[in-house]
């Protein structure tokens, strides 16, 4: 068994690496000609292009791996098919079930791959790609990932909320433009906060810098002031620490694109945005469609398998490579408007992310169990 499992593995594998090293060329090439262009207006030169068009394919790889892993399954299972060899095999022992337990453990491989490059990878380098893209052409708004969120406390036995307005985030993770808005039971601004700049604990803690603070008579907000009495005090602070229950986890979240996210932090942003009663269908969406992306691999090699079953004159490897691209094409339109269907109409998020995996696995298998019973 060992043997077997080194030639399918050695196979499938050199494979997939072929044909993902194909396709991120294809793309590097698209966004180094998209960079170029961008950089050469800005004065600087290809090297700075070909950096920003690299630290674009970790996110192309995420994208794409899934669909890698189906046409490089079946190129390798479609030539062991066409040589015979995948005959043999069957002939030496190799049962339908035994097949897909061993194509199940390299798939879990592949997931693993998938889910590391997808939560760790691909957002950092997609920050920094951000980060020296403004960098060379001057432009703040290249970064800015600029983000409302709300907060509610106790202050003084009464329900205060806050809306915090962050205007973008530096490399180091601190946090620019800040404004705080206080609110009263009644709805009424108590108080108004600016920062350049601030800090985050993971424990919620603000740290402020070169912080202005207007204050709207603490002690009278809502009700009608004297005539002649003074409404509005003003305060100008070198730092000034706020307790919020908006986390460092919340606020990396908040300021990113739901796709560029992390599993991790987009289940602490639904949760946020659960319990300040804020709309969380997107990101709860997002949420399961990342979380059950990687088991996408486990539908991928599920599909290859019944082309180890055709026959060698059933069809070259061309047509069949061709057949595995248009399943993965398919794969990826259902994914993509099964997401857009569930935002729509409110579907529940993990029947949403879960369904188009479940069709083409459930697809896969019963082709698989025709071809092995009646071919």
């Not at 703040?140 to 509610?152: C, F, I, P, S």
């Not at 490579?321 to 990826?332: C, E, P």
Request: glycine share 10%.
């Amino acid at each position: 068994m060992k043997t077997v499992r080194r030639l399918l593995y050695k196979d499938i594998v050199g494979a997939v690496v072929l044909v993902s090293l194909a396709f991120l060329s294809l793309f590097f090439f698209i966004d180094f000609v998209d960079e170029l262009d961008r950089m050469t207006r800005a004065g600087a030169g290809a090297g700075q292009a070909a950096l920003l068009a690299a630290m674009e394919l970790p996110g192309h790889f995420y994208d794409l791996f899934p669909i890698t892993v189906l046409i490089g399954a079946i190129v390798a299972l479609a030539r062991l098919a066409q040589s015979s060899e995948f005959t043999i095999l069957r002939t030496g022992g190799l049962g339908p079930a035994r097949a897909l337990a061993l194509l199940g453990g390299l798939a879990a491989v592949f997931a693993a791959i998938t889910f590391v490059v997808g939560d760790y990878v691909a957002p950092r380098f997609e920050l920094r790609g951000d980060e020296l893209r403004a960098r060379i052409t001057h432009d703040t708004n290249q970064a800015r990932r600029g983000v409302w969120l709300k907060d509610h406390q106790r202050v003084d036995g009464q329900d205060h909320s806050f809306s915090v307005r962050v205007g973008n985030v530096g490399a180091r993770g601190d946090l620019r433009d800040v404004s705080i808005f206080e609110f009263n039971h009644e709805g009424a601004l108590v108080t108004r906060t600016e920062a350049e700049r601030a800090q985050v604990e993971n424990d919620g803690r603000w740290h402020l810098q070169t912080v202005r603070r207007t204050i709207w008579n603490p002690g009278q907000a809502g009700a009608a002031a004297a005539v002649g009495s003074v409404v509005v005090s003003e305060q100008h602070l070198d730092s000034l620490d706020w307790q919020s229950s908006l986390h460092a986890g919340v606020i990396a979240a908040a300021v990113l694109p739901a796709m560029s996210m992390s599993t991790l932090d987009l289940y602490r942003y639904t949760r946020h945005l659960s319990e300040q009663e804020q709309s969380a269908q997107v990101h709860s969406i997002q949420f399961w469609r990342k979380a059950l992306y990687p088991f996408a691999c486990f539908v991928m090699v599920a599909l290859a398998l019944p082309f180890a079953y055709l026959h060698g004159r059933s069809g070259g490897i061309s047509l069949k490579v061709f057949g595995g691209i248009m399943l993965g094409i398919s794969f990826v339109l259902l994914n993509n408007v099964a997401g857009h269907l569930g935002q729509l109409k409110n579907w529940t998020p993990w029947v949403v992310a879960g369904a188009p995996s479940l069709i083409y696995l459930g697809l896969s298998l019963a082709a698989f169990t025709w071809l092995v019973r009646y071919r």
